[in-house]
């Protein structure tokens, strides 16, 4: 595959994550835009053509009218389009329960050291802060999926310590079994966080560690967006750039119009390496 030369720091993410997904697994989705196009961009292209998704409302295994509608990238015709089963939210979760999804893929507005996620609340609960839509259906997804990837763009802010408020378990006070002895299913928990300048994993005591970062990135830049930061790696990768094929099949096919990179820094290459232009460049 051929390097691009210019992407978005957002369609970049989506490849990444593209390249997580395995062949023959099944995905429980949170939502749309990111962790769907993901799936959708690893089917197409081949990394993953056997791949299978759960969207969030329980349309099983569907295959979606491209280009979605734009506010309908769930809960419509054309994303349910050929599913197996038009389900709900409570169907999906009993799949989950009964250990029929290998991963789920979400967004979140705050990760902390140990998986733990926040789109709830931000500030001191609950007398103190803002409200947010809260989890939806990624509560059980994070509680009840083999393994969870979840999404978020690097800021300090969202990489904390603790998180304000616990929407959907990561592995809790990061203790030895805390899940299990909280009802969940034993064996599951959070796999990766993956942003658009780095990828993080998970030590064997259930702590965030920093395993790669984009190309265009250092760690030391990285670390400076983390509030908390994580265990480093002994060996820190790179991240492959998006490619030009990648990124053929997302924008004609999936984000036809822009939506996920309608904020966020582009990437340029410049004949010598990669280079981060300011938001608005």
């Not at 051929?2 to 062949?23: G, K, M, P």
């Not at 509608?69 to 809960?75: C, R």
């Not at 592995?171 to 030895?176: A, N, Q, R, S």
């Not at 259930?206 to 265990?231: G, Y």
Request: aromatic residues 10%; hydrophobic residues 35%; charged residues 20%.
């Amino acid at each position: 595959m051929t390097a691009a030369t210019t992407f978005n720091e957002r369609e970049a993410e989506v490849c990444y994550v593209a390249r997580l997904i395995e062949d023959g697994r099944t995905y429980w989705v949170a939502g749309g835009g990111g962790p769907m196009y993901a799936v959708l961009l690893a089917q197409r292209i081949g990394y993953a053509p056997n791949a299978q998704y759960i969207t969030e409302d329980g349309a099983i295994a569907p295959e979606p009218m491209l280009p979605f509608d734009p506010i309908q990238t769930m809960v419509s015709s054309r994303a349910g389009y050929r599913a197996l089963q038009w389900g709900t939210m409570n169907v999906a979760q009993d799949y989950a329960a009964l250990g029929l999804i290998d991963y789920g893929i979400l967004n979140t507005l705050q990760v902390d050291t140990h998986g733990n996620i926040n789109s709830t609340f931000l500030g001191e609960y609950p007398d103190s802060g803002r409200r947010f839509g809260g989890p939806g259906g990624a509560d059980s997804i994070a509680a009840m999926a083999w393994r969870t990837i979840l999404m978020t763009d690097q800021q300090r802010r969202k990489f904390v310590s603790r998180v304000d408020f616990i929407s959907s378990p990561g592995f809790l006070d990061g203790t030895e079994d805390a899940r299990e002895a909280a009802g969940l299913p034993a064996g599951t928990g959070p796999w990766r966080v993956v942003t658009p300048a780095a990828m993080y994993d998970y030590t064997q005591d259930r702590r965030l560690r920093l395993i790669a970062v984009s190309v265009w990135t250092t760690v030391d830049d990285v670390l400076k967006e983390c509030e908390h930061h994580p265990v480093i790696a002994d060996q820190v990768a790179t991240l492959d750039p998006p490619s030009d094929e990648e990124l053929t099949i997302y924008r004609t096919e999936l984000d036809v119009r822009g939506q996920t990179s309608d904020r966020g820094s582009w990437i340029t290459w410049n004949g010598e390496k990669y280079e981060q232009m300011e938001d608005g460049a």
